[in-house]
């Protein structure tokens, strides 16, 4: 894969991901489950696109695809959390004990980084607008637009 698939991708999930904590804390938009389960998401494909621009950079082919389809896959989950938060989640009146809680509470996330991490809000009242489409549906899209992104460069090699 060509470095700078890598490098959209960075730039895409540190720009996603300042968006979020500002929201968060200059907005106070308080997060669900689901939302901060999906910045760990959005981490993922971030971790993945620097070491795959990484390995890209000293023309390790092998390593780079791997690496490619490990930030595809990652973005796949994103995009089937956001569609879970937008479609269920969102109705749901508590989402404590759904996937995303549970993770992010055992796993020790949540109360290690709780600025980033930190579960302030049930899915049905961290429901917001941004320019006429819900918050979760901006997270799909984005996962969305890393995915394709990630399969562009997968399938084009070079």
Not at 67 to 88: C, D, E, N, R
Request: hydrophobic share 60%; with cysteine.
């Amino acid at each position: 894969m060509q470095p700078r698939f890598f490098i959209y991708s960075i730039f895409l999930s540190v720009s996603a991901l300042a968006v979020a904590l500002v929201s968060q804390h200059v907005f106070a938009m308080r997060p669900c489950a689901w939302c901060v389960f999906q910045r760990l998401l959005l981490i993922g494909v971030l971790a993945f696109s620097i070491f795959g621009y990484l390995v890209a950079t000293l023309k390790q082919r092998f390593l780079s695809l791997l690496f490619g389809l490990l930030s595809l896959l990652t973005a796949i989950a994103g995009v089937v959390s956001a569609w879970y938060q937008y479609s269920v989640a969102a109705k749901m009146f508590s989402c404590d004990l759904t996937f995303a809680d549970r993770f992010m509470t055992e796993s020790g996330l949540e109360s290690a980084l709780p600025w980033l991490f930190g579960i302030y809000s049930t899915c049905m009242d961290a429901t917001v607008h941004v320019l006429g489409l819900e918050y979760a549906l901006w997270a799909l899209l984005l996962f969305v637009v890393l995915g394709a992104l990630m399969l562009y460069g997968i399938v084009r090699g070079n």
